[in-house]
């Protein structure tokens, strides 16, 4: 590949690569192979408790005091940072809610709401499992926060959330959350990479450079959980595969057969008791386990999922997107008709160019209650009906319904 020196800037001696793009046939499992195969040393760490299985473990209770002081705490978050991007991956807070009847609280909250929806509503979808196997809340924060505000404050007051939070996003975070349950019974997910382009088909992922899938994604978010119940093994604790976040193309590998079946072969596994915080780079391959208890022994794996959002993926000026693509849609079916429906690759990729800078791309957010996923990751987005309506020719009357509808979705409740 080709090398440019900046003019000004690097050194003749120092050349920087032009953009690259991965591709799945350069993904090599034995690359994921040498890096998972790293050991965290104990040595590398001040503040942690313990190493199992390479997960990094903190007694909540034996660093309570660090969080009051400014330096001590930033002492703290650094070595978090550490191990959630150049260390394993993943972290526990081990008892990290000492008060368990505000977690007992919430879960009646959550349970008092299952019922209401299943009333309401239905059994609703997951993402791996059908709809009725589990129990699923999707946009539990707000429904919490509406429903109890009181359990809602003690409950998201705890510190830890809080620390752990800032030192992989920094202020100005904002958390979603999805409470799920996990019968007897209940099966194991499939090894996966998560939200953003773990949200995301192949296809969709092959599409970003190199340095958004290596350096931009796994940033945006932080990928936590907190026991509501001691999740010993046999109720299928997450099966994790520490330093996996590292292999750089990870988002195109996850759903090839012989990286699954590795995972499968190698992924680890920690009890969880209840109160204690989980959490890992949303880039660590990872999927929940099967929950095989039963009988007197029975668990119903009770784990609340957080997902904390960086503060910086989003756009300056807020615009009607709406309003823009019901103004651009009746011009680009003209020109569509202007060429009776025979569209060269230019003017395609002409019509895509408009229709990215007019409508909204990306599938999120979204209200996870109303806008399910059909038969994909994620919903349609607003690019993706107008291109969608345009092939197949709608007119501007039935676009728009489509669009109104669409939009009526993705509205909170």
């Known amino acids: 590949m080709g090398h440019i020196t900046a003019a000004g800037g690097w050194p003749n001696s120092k050349r920087r690569r032009l953009q690259t793009y991965f591709s799945e046939s350069e993904c090599r499992l034995e690359d994921l192979q040498a890096l998972v195969s790293q ?3 104990m040595d590398d760490l001040t503040f942690a408790s313990s190493v199992q299985e390479n997960v990094v473990l903190y007694d909540c209770k034996a660093l309570a005091t660090m969080l009051a002081e400014d330096t001590s705490k930033k002492q703290l978050m650094s070595e978090w940072s550490y191990v959630l991007s150049d260390g394993p ?13 505000t977690i007992d609280q919430c879960s009646a909250a959550f349970a008092g709401i299952v019922e209401d929806e299943k009333i309401t509503k239905g059994f609703s979808g997951d993402h791996f499992a059908k709809a009725g196997a589990n129990d699923r809340v999707w946009n539990a924060m707000e429904k919490l926060c509406v429903r109890e505000p009181k359990v809602f404050i003690d409950y998201y007051s705890n510190e830890w959330i809080a620390g ?10 904002q958390v979603t959350s999805q409470m799920n349950t996990i019968r007897p019974g209940g ?17 969709t992922v092959a599409r970003f450079p190199a340095h958004v899938q290596v350096n931009v994604s796994p940033l945006l978010t ?10 010993p093994l046999e109720s299928g604790p997450t099966k994790l595969l520490p330093f996996s976040h590292q292999y750089q193309q990870g988002y195109l590998a996850w759903k090839r057969a012989d990286f699954s079946d590795f995972f499968e072969a190698n992924y680890i596994q920690l009890p969880l008791k209840k109160g204690d915080l989980l ?8 999927a929940g386990g099967d929950n095989i208890t039963a009988g007197s022994t029975s668990v119903l794996r009770t784990v609340n999922l957080l997902q904390v959002s960086s503060p910086f993926g989003r756009s300056m000026e807020t615009l009607d997107r709406l309003r823009m693509c019901k103004a651009v849609y009746p011009a ?4 569509r008709a202007a060429h009776a429906g025979k569209m060269t690759e230019d003017l395609e990729r002409r019509e895509d160019c408009a229709i990215a800078a007019c409508a909204e791309g990306y599938q999120f957010p979204t209200n996870l209650d109303l ?16 291109k969608q309506s345009l092939e197949a020719g709608l007119v501007q009357e039935e676009f728009f319904k489509k669009l109104d509808a669409q939009a009526a979705l993705k509205k909170s409740m």
């Open 89 to 101: 991956g993943v972290l526990v807070l081990q008892g990290a809610f000492t008060d368990h009847a």
């Open 371 to 386: 806008d399910v996923p059909d038969g994909a990751v994620a919903p349609l987005s607003q690019a993706e009906l107008m």
């Open 187 to 203: 099966k194991a997910q499939n090894m996966h990479r998560d939200y953003h382009l773990g949200f995301q088909s192949m296809k």
């Open 164 to 173: 752990v939070s800032e030192a992989w996003l920094g202020p100005m975070y």
């Open 39 to 41: 050991e965290m040393d």
């Open 222 to 231: 932080l990928q936590g959980a907190v026991a509501h119940v001691d999740v």
């Open 279 to 286: 959490f890992f780079n949303p880039a660590l391959f990872h």
């Open 332 to 335: 680009l079916f003209d020109l």
